[in-house]
C-alpha cells in the first residue's frame, strides 16, 4: 500500500513538473523585442506589476526596445536606464506623485497659465527623472546618442518617447534616431506635459530646451503625446525593427512588439469579443459623465485595431482616474495587481 502511494505521488509529480515546463515554454515560445506603454496618468503605477510578470515568465530579457506615452513613457524611461521591475514599482509607490503638481498658488499659477501655458511648473517631476536617470547612468544629462551606446548591452535598452508639436500640428517620437542629442529626461518631460496642467516646452530642431525663445532660436512648441498618440503601438511597425528580415526596407505589421492597455472592464471584454468601436457607458451622475466624454475622447485619438488584440496587453484600469494624485497603499497594490492579472490572461489567450 505504501509502495503504490510513493507511486502515485512520483506520477503526481511529474505531472506537476511536465506542466511547469510546458507552461515555461509556451511563455517563452514567441519572442518580443519591442515594449509599448500606453498614456494614462497615476493609472500607469499598473505597469510595474505587468512588467514583474514578463520577467517571472522569461519575457521581459528579450526586449530590446521600449516606447511609452506621458506614463507610460515615463516607466518606459526607467526600464530602459537598467531599472528592474522590482525598483521600477518601488520607485513609483514611494515617489509622492502629487509634489510634483508644483508651485501651483493661484497667483503664480495664473500668470504661468498665460506665459508658459500650464498651471503647474513641472520642475520637481524634471529634477525627479534626472536623478533617477543618474542613479543608473552616472549623467542626469543622459542625451538618445548616449543611451543608444549603452543598449548595447544588457539591462540597458533604447527608448522611444511620445510628444506633440504644437508648432506643427502632429505627434513627434523621440529617439537616437530622431533628436540624438536630446536629453532623455526633457523628452520624458514632455511627453507627461499634460495641457494647461504643466508647463508646456520649447524645444529647438537639435533638442534643446529653450525656456525663453527668441526667433532665431526656431523653437517649436511641445506638450503631451497622448494628445494626438496615447498608444503608440505600431511605432515599430517597420522593417528596419525586425532582426531577420530581409528585402527592402518597408511599413510591416511587427509581431515582435507588445503593447499595454489600460482599459476600463467593459471595454475589455467589448473588444475581445471582437466587438468593434466604444463599449456602451452607463452615465448617472456628473463623474461618470466626465468619465464618458474623457473615454470618448482618448479613444478616437488612438483608437483599437482588430489586428493589434495578438499583440496587446489589456489591463483593467479598475475605474481609477488618470489625475495626478496620491494613492493610497491599497489603491496602488490593486493596481499593480491588475498589470500582472493582464499579462496572465495575454498569456493564456496566446495558448
Given amino acids: 500500500m505504501t509502495y503504490m502511494k510513493m507511486i502515485r505521488a512520483f506520477l503526481i509529480l511529474f505531472c506537476f513538473a511536465f506542466f511547469q515546463f510546458e507552461t515555461t515554454a509556451q511563455d517563452s515560445e514567441h519572442v518580443y523585442r519591442n515594449l509599448v506603454m500606453e498614456g494614462g496618468g497615476i493609472k500607469g503605477v499598473a505597469y510595474g506589476g505587468a512588467m514583474a510578470e514578463l520577467e517571472k515568465r522569461g519575457i521581459l530579457k528579450s526586449i530590446e526596445r521600449v516606447a511609452g506615452t506621458s506614463a507610460g513613457a515615463i ?25 510634483f503638481n508644483d508651485d501651483g498658488f493661484v497667483a503664480y499659477g495664473t500668470k504661468r497659465l498665460f506665459k508658459k501655458y500650464g498651471w503647474f511648473k513641472g520642475d520637481t517631476f524634471l529634477k525627479t527623472m534626472e536623478k533617477l536617470i543618474a542613479n543608473r547612468t552616472g549623467d542626469p544629462n543622459l542625451t538618445f546618442e548616449e543611451l543608444h551606446e549603452l543598449a548595447k548591452s544588457y539591462p540597458f535598452r533604447d527608448l522611444y518617447v511620445v510628444g506633440v508639436n504644437l508648432s506643427s500640428q502632429h505627434y513627434q517620437i523621440f ?56 498608444f503608440p503601438i505600431n511605432i515599430f511597425d517597420h522593417s528596419k525593427y525586425i532582426r531577420d528580415h530581409t528585402g527592402e526596407p518597408e511599413a510591416i505589421f511587427n509581431e515582435e512588439t507588445l503593447g499595454f492597455r489600460l482599459e476600463r472592464c467593459d471595454q475589455i471584454d467589448h473588444e475581445q469579443r471582437n466587438e468593434h468601436g466604444i463599449a456602451p457607458f452607463e452615465i448617472n451622475d456628473f463623474s461618470s459623465y466626465m468619465s464618458a466624454l474623457s473615454t470618448v475622447v482618448m479613444r478616437n485619438v488612438s483608437p483599437a485595431h482588430p489586428k493589434d488584440l495578438s499583440r496587446t496587453v489589456y489591463i483593467n484600469d479598475l475605474g481609477m482616474s488618470p489625475r495626478p494624485r496620491k494613492l493610497e497603499t491599497v489603491e496602488k497594490d490593486n493596481m499593480i495587481m491588475s498589470g500582472r492579472q493582464g499579462v496572465n490572461e495575454f498569456l493564456a489567450r496566446k495558448r
Avoid at 511627453?191 to 525663453?212: F, Q, T
Wanted: hydrophobic letters at 40%; glycine letters at 6%; aromatic letters at 8%.
Fill in 75 to 99: 516607466q518606459a524611461s526607467l526600464l530602459a536606464v537598467g531599472y528592474s521591475c522590482e525598483e521600477i514599482s518601488q520607485i513609483i509607490s514611494d515617489t509622492p506623485i502629487e509634489s
Fill in 175 to 230: 529617439s537616437h534616431e530622431t533628436y540624438p542629442k536630446m536629453r532623455v529626461a526633457d523628452a520624458v518631460r514632455v511627453s507627461m506635459s499634460i495641457p494647461l496642467y504643466y508647463g508646456a516646452i520649447w524645444i529647438n530642431p537639435e533638442g534643446k530646451v529653450i525656456d525663453n525663445p527668441k526667433p532665431e532660436d526656431d523653437a517649436e512648441l511641445f506638450v503631451d503625446g497622448g494628445l494626438l498618440l496615447n
